[in-house]
Nanobody
Framework: QVQLVESGGGSVHAGGSLRLSCVVS????????VGWIRQAPGKEREGVLC????????YYLDSVKGRFTVSRDNAKNTVYLEMNNLKPDDTAVYYC?????????????????WGRGAQVTVSS
């Protein structure tokens, strides 16, 4: 059974940092890409970042370039989203997801398997 579980969300002031973790089970992480997606209140889901099985990055949002990075530790079955210099507009529920493909999708939101999400709240 494919499972993804996010953790590490919380509340920070603008300029702060958070690191989200996505622990996966039921499939070999080293073979597949994992994406991060967020959904703000009243808005549609938007792709944030993706890391492929070969550790290549795909940014879906220009607004997070230079502030967010993604990494993976296959031995720990975990993918990380490091978020720095957070802004109030980054407030959202953040999800990790996979389509069980080795590459990142062209559209950063059309994944088959999703975690339940982690709330990130950034206050001004």
């Amino acid at each position: 059974q494919v499972q993804l579980v996010e953790s590490g969300g919380g509340s920070v002031h603008a300029g702060g940092s958070l690191r989200l973790s996505c622990v996966v089970s039921g499939w070999p992480l080293d073979r597949y890409a994992v994406g991060w997606i967020r959904q703000a209140p009243g808005k549609e889901r938007e792709g944030v970042l993706c890391i492929s099985s070969s550790h290549e990055y795909t940014y879906y949002l220009d607004s997070v370039k230079g502030r967010f990075t993604v990494s993976r530790d296959n031995a720990k079955n975990t993918v990380y989203l490091e978020m720095n210099n957070l802004k109030p507009d980054d407030t959202a529920v953040y999800y990790c997801a996979t389509d069980l493909a080795s590459f990142c999708l062209d559209v950063g939101t059309t994944y088959e398997y999703w975690g339940r999400g982690a709330q990130v709240t950034v206050s001004s």
